[in-house]
């Protein structure tokens, strides 16, 4: 079976402009969440989506939002983009709701900012 | 405090002896903890996940929680070289609006010197 698939792969950006990433979790997996990854620190956690309903979100401003939609796919936006938008986004699903199951992790979008 | 905390390392440790990784947590809630191995450019895997106090083992690779302590740890036995990457502590957080979020150390990195 197909893992968490993420695109694209790479993507380059100038401050100010607006961008989609897309998420699709392995098959039967209903819960999807996102996450930002700046160059040497951990994962940090932006939404988190269930049965197309956002379930949690982060620290993250308003220029951050995401939806899922019926095959459970998702996209977060991030619009009017600051070089400190300049991270790995990652993607995960799970089987369940609860982030107490362990998430599968997706390749991620390296998202650069000029 | 910072909720999940770890050594950022780098910790090198000789091919063959057991390798000690360890991360501490602010939220004495948490029920649930995660390990994960970050490869460099790549996303994360999931090596272990704990629930319970004392110890669970797979393979060459063993995760400790304490929970009165607020401490989980995770010892690889036997190191070989390809064991060489970031290793990411994972922590459910309960927020206080009652959702949920993944909470990540800031990772160590750990070298198996051959």
């Known amino acids: 079976d197909a893992g968490v698939t993420q695109s694209p792969t790479h993507l380059i950006k100038t401050r100010g402009q607006q961008v989609t990433l897309r998420c699709s979790p392995i098959s039967g997996h209903k819960s999807v969440s996102w996450y930002q990854q700046v160059l040497g620190q951990g994962p940090q956690f932006i939404f988190q989506y269930y049965e197309k309903e956002e379930r949690g979100r982060g620290n993250f401003p308003d220029r951050f939002s995401a939806r899922q939609f019926p095959n459970y796919s998702s996209e977060l936006n991030v619009n009017a983009l600051l070089l400190g938008d300049s991270a790995l986004y990652l993607c995960?699903?799970?089987?369940?709701?609860?982030?107490?199951?362990?998430?599968?992790f997706g390749d991620g979008t390296r998202l650069s900012i000029l | 405090q910072k909720e999940v905390e770890q050594n950022s390392g780098p910790l090198s440790v000789p091919e063959g002896a057991i390798a000690s990784l360890n991360c501490t947590y602010s939220d004495r809630g948490s029920q649930s903890f995660f390990w994960y191995r970050q490869y460099s450019g790549k996303s994360p895997e999931l090596i272990m996940s704990i629930y319970s106090n004392g110890d669970k083992e797979d393979g060459r690779f063993t995760a400790q929680l304490n929970k009165a302590s607020q401490y989980v740890s995770l010892l690889i036995r036997d190191s070989q070289p390809s064991d060489s990457a970031t290793y990411l502590c994972?922590?459910?957080?309960?927020?206080?609006?009652?959702?949920?979020?993944?909470?990540f150390g800031t990772g160590t990195r750990l070298t198996i010197i051959p």
């Open positions: 995960a699903s799970s089987l369940v709701d609860s982030l107490n199951q362990p998430q599968h």
């Open positions: 994972a922590v459910n957080i309960i927020t206080n609006f009652g959702n949920e979020k993944l909470t």
